[in-house]
């Protein structure tokens, strides 16, 4: 937004206060002195590099006057970021997005912003303008950056109240601003705003000293956007960038970004027959192809096994269930947006849940009940009890009666209702604790058709979850366990760079249930086993599960990419809804306390995120076909077939290539296919027993006696020795002879 502005209320502050560094050390400074102005007394050097200031773990503008932000007592706990600190560049990114969207401004007319945040490899800005931005105007668009970032003006921070804010936005002609100063707002008696240059926008901040701490921006892509997330709102246009403070990271991000384009296991999955997503089977719904499958299987052999020698008990359950099982565990309606509609043995089901839904957002007229009483009627559904006079509640609860009475199912959201259930379907005693439930169990969620990504983001998935149920005693040892076999499944597949993020609760936060004793419980020890572990790992206020704290698997694939695999979570809660019991060594009744654990996640995403790793080139112990059995002509055929039923008998996965053509162009296509290794057969090796071994990697291994061949792949096999990630694409690869860079 362009225009003059006011500038920010003088506030009511002590005259001195009281600056607290890092080392415990006091520095008193004026009311009206900054972390940039504390930076300078220390040194000039330290100030130019300074982005922005942590004040007791809020971080804020380095340009802030102390006083404002001061406790009561007139003491700043402060800590100086500077560009070397991870979070500092969040802060860059949201300065970045501003610059870009001021650059956007000077060359189009008509803009009306939205919102500009982070992400976690750059920013975007969302705008509503007549004219439609493409790729091909970022050139002309980086050009205004480097100019307005070339200027090095300041930013700053000023303060209005709500109607002063609301005011300056209208004369801005920025409608959405004011639009979110009255809803999104409204409950804010002041707001705050950042100008810099001739751009004035509505913002939280915290921005960086000037713009010129931009050293290196680039501006990525454009997409289709909704006005605060809504399909049914104002359609917007979505431009994301990123920045760095130096010219190297952004060069090394936009060679990750490339190499993720080359590993997108969208295209990899098409290209080697892996798995398939049909639009008339449905969006989000996998079909496991016949070397995929092999993958899948693989993995779960290699889990169902671990988990039998740990003392797991395999269970099953159905792909649906009733509705009240999932009201009782909370989830139904806690995570309704996110399920399938629930399916109704009455045919009036889905009208009363529709009718109970209007009457939660209470936007049913009283012409809209009518229709709704009268459309029941036509199915022979008469609500004698329902009163169009009475409150929303009083009529929901009539409806939910009705529907209490009526078969409701949903399909399955989550195992966990129903091991909840195996458990409680037969007594227990404190001599069978702790019991390990598993299962490889497909549930379902309604996940929006722009958020899905091949087998990233589906609606249909296989988690490989167990459910512990163990006493209060147990607790640490059990979660020490789980944590220990996520840790073995990781590091199987050669996954061993990851953190772990503990995930609390935050206590201003009325989602959470459960009492406050158990989820202090439950934290604290979920925090001492991890330090016992010696894991690095960071706390995360706010991001726990409703029914309790988790450790999160935050796992760096080879090109530098975090993904969110295997989970820990523990839980006091859906003990107690669903009063499950035991007979303690006391003989009295008590609950047990629950373990959720899955150290995949879910089967799609993992073995997606597997396919990106290894660009597509699995392990040998993973790979869909691990032998290719090469004749050198029709007259090997019979010989290279004896060869793959030695190696089948082995148990490995082999195939033969008796097409037509040179055995170069058959190593080339096995190369190009990512097989493992290659079998070449000709009257030479049919005549002494043997094989010419090739290795995808390695090239030649020579000839040898079948056996020999085959106790060196079982070995391989057997170890789960995961020998290179590969970096670049699989032609590359191909086409390079096998080359590939260890990880």
């Known amino acids: 937004m362009s225009a003059d502005s006011p500038s920010s209320p003088a506030s009511s502050q ?111 800005y969302d705008f509503d303008m007549p004219e439609k931005i493409s790729e091909d105007d970022f050139p002309e668009i980086e050009a205004e950056i480097k100019k307005i970032i070339k200027a090095k003006e300041p930013f700053e921070r000023f303060v209005l109240d709500r109607d002063e804010a609301r005011k300056l936005c209208d004369d801005l002609d920025q409608d959405l601003k004011v639009e979110h100063i009255e809803t999104g707002l409204g409950d804010q008696a002041t707001v705050s705003f950042y100008r810099q240059g001739e751009f004035v926008d509505l913002c939280r901040g915290p921005h960086i000293p000037h713009a010129g701490m931009i050293k290196a921006i680039k501006l990525l892509s454009v997409a289709g956007a909704y006005w605060k997330g809504d399909a049914s709102g104002r359609q917007l246009q979505r431009v994301y960038g990123t920045a760095f403070f130096d010219k190297k990271e952004l060069a090394s991000y936009l060679e990750q970004i490339e190499e993720a384009k ?89 009208l009363l849940d529709a009718w109970s839904t209007r009457l939660d957002k209470d936007d049913l007229s009283k012409d809209d009940e009518d229709k ?82 091949g087998m990233m983001r589906v609606r249909g998935l296989t988690q490989d979850d167990a459910h512990i149920f163990c006493t209060a005693d147990q607790v640490e040892e059990e979660f020490r366990a789980t944590i220990e076999l996520t840790k073995f499944v990781l590091e199987s597949v050669g996954l061993d760079d990851y953190r772990v993020q503990l995930s609390l609760r935050d206590p201003d936060s009325s989602k959470y249930v459960g009492s406050e004793e158990n989820w202090d419980h439950a934290e604290g020890a979920l925090r001492g086993v991890l330090e016992q572990s010696g894991l690095s790992f960071n706390e995360e206020p706010g991001e726990a599960a409703f029914y309790g704290p988790k450790a999160d698997f935050m796992v760096r694939d080879c090109i530098g990419r975090s993904w969110q695999l295997g989970t820990v979570q523990l839980d006091y809660n859906l003990p107690e809804r669903f009063k499950l019991e035991y007979k303690g060594n006391d003989n009295a009744t008590h609950r047990p306390v ?150």
């Open 14 to 124: 002590a005259a001195e206060v009281q600056v607290r560094l890092p080392d415990g050390s006091l520095k008193p400074q004026p009311a009206d002195a900054t972390a940039m102005d504390v930076a300078k007394e220390i040194s000039e050097g330290l100030a130019r590099s300074v982005v922005a200031a942590e004040v007791d773990g809020t971080i804020v503008d380095s340009f802030r006057p102390l006083g404002e932000i001061a406790d009561d007592e007139n003491v700043v706990p402060l800590r100086l970021l500077t560009t070397r600190d991870e979070s500092a560049l969040d802060v860059l990114r949201h300065s970045a997005a501003h610059v870009m969207a001021r650059a956007i401004m000077r060359i189009y007319k008509g803009v009306s912003l939205a919102f500009g945040p982070t992400t976690s490899g750059g920013f975007y």
């Open 262 to 350: 080359r590993r997108d296991h969208r295209v990899l999955g098409k290209q080697h027959g892996l798995f398939a997503i049909n639009p008339e089977v449905g969006q989000g719904l996998c079909l496991w192809l016949p070397k995929g499958a092999r993958v899948r299987v693989t993995l779960e052999d290699f889990l169902r096994r671990e988990l039998l020698s740990r003392g797991y008990d395999p269970v099953y359950s159905p792909h649906i269930g009733r509705v009240e099982m999932y009201e009782t565990s909370g989830h139904f309606p806690y995570y309704r947006d996110s399920q399938f509609a629930p399916l109704f043995g009455s045919e009036v089901g889905g």
């Open 372 to 453: 709704l009483i009268a459309a029941a009627e036509v199915f022979g559904v008469k609500l004698p009890e329902y009163k169009p006079s009475a409150s929303n509640d009083a009529k929901k609860d009539v409806l939910h009666r009705w529907q209490l009475n009526h078969e409701r199912y949903l399909l399955k959201p989550m195992n966990c209702p129903h091991h909840c259930q195996i458990f409680g379907a037969q007594p227990r005693s404190y001599r069978q604790l702790p019991l390990r439930l598993f299962e490889f169990g497909t549930v379902y969620r309604h996940e929006q058709t722009g958020e899905l990504n």
């Open 594 to 743: 629950m373990i959720h654990r899955a150290p995949f996640g879910s089967l799609e995403r993992f073995t997606g995120m597997l396919i990106e790793h290894f660009a597509g080139a699995f392990p040998m112990w993973l790979s869909p076909e691990q032998i290719r059995v090469l004749p050198l002509s029709d007259k090997s055929v019979e010989y290279a077939t004896a060869v793959a039923k030695q190696f089948d008998e082995a148990g490995f996965k082999v195939t033969v290539d008796a097409s037509d053509g040179k055995v170069q162009a058959k190593i080339r296509n096995a190369q190009i296919d990512l097989v493992n290794y290659m079998a070449v057969v000709g009257p030479k090796e049919a005549e002494s027993g043997q094989v010419a071994l090739r290795d995808r990697i390695e090239g030649d291994l020579g000839s040898m006696p079948i056996k020999e061949a085959i106790a060196r792949l079982q070995k391989e096999v057997e170890t789960r020795q995961v020998r290179q990630a590969v970096k670049g694409s699989t032609v590359s690869i191909a086409e390079s002879g096998g080359a590939a860079t260890d990880y």
